[in-house]
């Protein structure tokens, strides 16, 4: 065997190693990146030339050899798999598993077919116009087709070619008249490829002039950049972030360079499309999850530039569009960095995009900006300690006000009895001047849904999901419930069984006010935006237009509204239950209520006249409320530090959680306990006891976890490669066996 034509295959599988395989002498040798066919098992299954083997292998194993190179060069750069080394290394995961997740399953199952169409050409024979006025005039008699002759003349271009079904469609005439035709010699027919995506044809103009204080930011950011790698953006809502990366997108073209937009939420694709093609049209493409495999396919394409120069310079995404293959990556911008969107839960990898973009820049020689109103407490800290450049814009644009908050003490609606529904007597009536005013109005529920549980009121029956230990949420819309947490749903039952008595709907989600808002203003005009609502591929889109347009009058939504989105006419926003925010088991709770408060505080007031937010809460007194009314996100970062100092919380400490699963809760403990006793010895008053999460039963899989805090001096490298071998160690043993044990690097 020749160890020179032994090469590793990374394989799109959750194994810890990666395997060798023989490349047969009459195979061409592949190219480090290149799709390869190899035998696994009994199956064949398609792999990424990871490295050439070094070192000498066992004598006694056979090495099974490549069936097929697939590709004529590389898919795969140098820098994507300098990324997927180090998302397997720091957050603890296969390279299978980043495989996975890294390149579409069109790609990687090498079924992709470039998208096709007809089109219909006219015969060499008849391209001068004296020959097409014989050609009518000799078809005289044939009416339909002299029809469909004169048609395709007005609609052809420069090469005298139509689409197919463009053709018969604005002729009117049948299939069969085109083939006679056809058949004549007249007409040609071709099939040539097609995109799949939309293709922009408006014209292009010029960015926005800026203003004084964007001009400044924009000195001061390319000032940071000098010595730093990464900026902080902070700038309060409606401040013109984003014409300030309009204008650093645009540098970074003029130098040859791509430009990488990221943003956490889908539905921020929408406007900012709109927004930045208007400035650089077809070099605009958006890559995000609702895509199709093959629409993602030919993005990546794209973006690796193969295709068409002009497009692929400046990518639009969610966090999976950190996988795409570069070419040559200058700038990436991360906008609204403090959402926890950012981060993947599940399945592996669990990377932050954030954190991603960040080590790719280093590896791209690239620039990153982060941007937002209200900076996670990690980020704003390495900003003032000096790791990060820290550029701030404290005014709105055009000095518009932010807007003042209102607090509704909930108790006392209550008390007077001054609630209709959910909604307070001074919001009803807030809602009633705005709407009266020709204005808009966004209500914010973080819940969808009709109501998160049914419950019988005479023995208290709630319906919960067979496979999770949590109540089913009630949708009325389908009249089903379903299981948030795996899916599954069922036709929401009326009796309970127990007690034969009629269920009751518990509290409330986005459906449920929506149908006491068409109530209270039968006239307003509502649209709902949530998960429910936006599954399609063009949701988001549909509802934002719609709202913009002022189709509608008053938006209901969960946190999709709460970030990023401009609307002109917008100048109240109402919050119905803050305190869930706030109330959370999670040190980041007060962190995370504000940002989401202050964000959607923001799409109050962007033009004209000072908006207002109202928050209901049962407990105004909250210090938190106090930071937001005053808009002083200082103050409640200075509280936040001081007290993750206290508790050895980020960025002070490295945080790991380690959640064991198992069907059966004995093995379960078993393992737990364990696993527990191990890392103890080795980490000692690091490791936290055995948490029973909030939610201990998730698809017939008992839950526990485990919290391992490190301080940030120490050798993160060298804790995971202890913790590694406890893992590994566990899931040896008997008393343990089928139990996962699932690392989250620096959770959310």
């Not at 509802?543 to 002022?550: E, K, R, S, T």
Request: aromatic share 8%.
């Amino acid at each position: 065997m020749k160890s020179d034509r032994l090469v590793d295959i990374i394989l799109p599988l959750a194994i810890a190693d990666v395997y060798t395989y023989l490349i047969p002498e009459a195979m061409p040798y592949p190219q480090i990146g290149m799709r390869v066919l190899v035998p696994l098992g009994k199956k064949h299954i398609v792999g990424i030339v990871y490295r050439k083997h070094e070192g000498d292998l066992p004598q006694n194993i056979r090495i099974r050899e490549v069936l097929q190179v697939i590709d004529q060069q590389a898919i795969v750069t140098a820098e994507q798999l300098r990324l997927w080394e180090w998302l397997s290394q720091y957050y603890m995961c296969t390279l299978g598993e980043v495989l996975a997740a890294a390149l579409p399953s069109e790609i990687i199952d090498d079924n992709y077919s470039a998208a096709t169409t007809q089109y219909i050409s006219l015969s060499p024979a008849y391209l001068a116009k004296e020959a097409q006025e014989v050609l009518l005039q000799s078809l005289q008699r044939a009416k339909k087709q002299a029809q469909l002759v004169e048609e395709f003349l007005r609609l052809s271009d420069s090469r005298f070619r139509v689409e197919r079904r463009v053709l018969l469609e604005a002729s009117g005439v049948s299939g069969a008249i085109l083939r006679t035709l056809i058949e004549k010699g007249i007409f040609l027919e071709d099939e040539q490829p097609i995109s799949r995506l939309r293709q922009y044809t408006g014209s292009t103009k010029a960015a926005h002039t800026l203003d004084n204080q964007q001009r400044v930011a924009i000195e001061q950011i390319h000032k940071a950049w000098n010595d730093k790698t990464v900026t902080l953006l902070h700038g309060v809502t409606s401040s013109g972030k984003t014409e300030v990366y309009i204008h650093l997108i645009e540098e970074a073209l003029q130098q040859g360079k791509q430009v990488l937009y990221l943003v956490p939420e889908i539905a921020l694709t929408t406007q900012l499309t709109e927004r930045l093609q208007a400035v650089f049209g077809k070099q605009l493409v958006v890559y995000h999850s609702r895509f199709s495999n093959a629409e993602r396919v030919e993005i990546y394409h794209q973006v690796k530039g193969e295709g068409s120069a002009e497009r692929g310079k400046v990518i639009l995404g969610a966090r999976s569009a950190i996988f795409l293959p570069f070419k040559d990556l200058g700038l990436i911008i991360v906008d609204e960095e403090h959402e926890p969107s950012y981060k993947q839960q599940d399945p592996a990898p669990r990377y932050h995009a954030r954190s991603a973009a960040i080590m790719m820049a280093g590896w791209y020689g690239a620039r990153v900006l982060l941007g937002t109103a209200t900076p996670s407490v990690e980020s704003y800290h390495n900003a003032i300690s000096g790791k990060y450049g820290l550029v701030e814009m404290k005014e709105r644009f055009q000095r518009l006000q932010l807007p003042r908050i209102t607090m509704v003490d909930l108790q006392r609606q209550y008390h007077r009895k001054e609630m209709y529904g959910h909604f307070s007597d001074p919001v009803v009536f807030r809602i009633r001047e705005e709407i009266a005013k020709g204005k808009q109005v966004i209500l914010f529920q973080n819940r969808r849904g009709y109501a998160p549980y049914l419950q019988c009121p005479s023995c208290g029956e709630v319906p919960k999901c067979p496979n999770c230990d949590v109540s089913m949420t009630y949708h009325k819309g389908n009249n089903t419930i379903v299981c948030h947490c795996c899916g599954h749903s069922m036709v929401a039952p009326r009796i309970c069984p127990k007690c034969q008595s009629e269920y009751k709907a518990q509290g409330f989600g986005t459906e449920r006010l929506e149908e006491e808002i068409q109530a209270l203003f039968p006239n307003a005009r509502v649209a709902r935006m949530d998960l429910d609502t936006t599954r399609k591929k063009d949701g988001h889109q549909r509802i934002i237009d719609q709202f913009a347009q002022h189709e509608v009058d008053i938006l209901i939504g969960t946190q999709m509204v709460t970030k990023g989105l401009h609307f002109n006419d917008v100048s109240l926003v109402v919050v119905l239950q803050a305190d869930s925010l706030l109330n959370q088991p999670d040190f980041r709770s007060y962190e995370h209520g504000f940002q989401m408060l202050e964000q959607v505080s923001g799409r109050a007031g962007r033009t004209g006249a000072q908006g207002e937010v109202m928050i209901q809460t049962f407990d105004p007194k909250n210090p938190v409320f106090d930071y937001l009314k005053k808009h002083d996100y200082l103050s409640l970062y200075t509280q936040q530090i001081e007290e993750r100092k206290m508790f050895h919380f980020p960025p002070f400490h490295r945080m790991i959680v380690l959640t064991l699963k198992h069907r059966d809760a004995g093995r379960l403990q078993a393992a737990a306990n364990m696993l527990h006793q191990g890392l103890q010895q080795a980490f000692g008053k690091r490791v936290s006891n055995i948490i029973t999460p909030s939610v201990a039963r998730v698809q017939n899989m008992y839950l526990l976890q485990i919290r391992l805090t490190i301080e940030s001096t120490a050798n993160i490298h060298r804790a995971k490669e202890i913790l590694q071998e406890h893992i590994a160690f566990v899931q040896q043993q008997s008393a343990a066996k089928g139990t996962m044990i699932i690392p989250d690097i620096d959770p959310m």
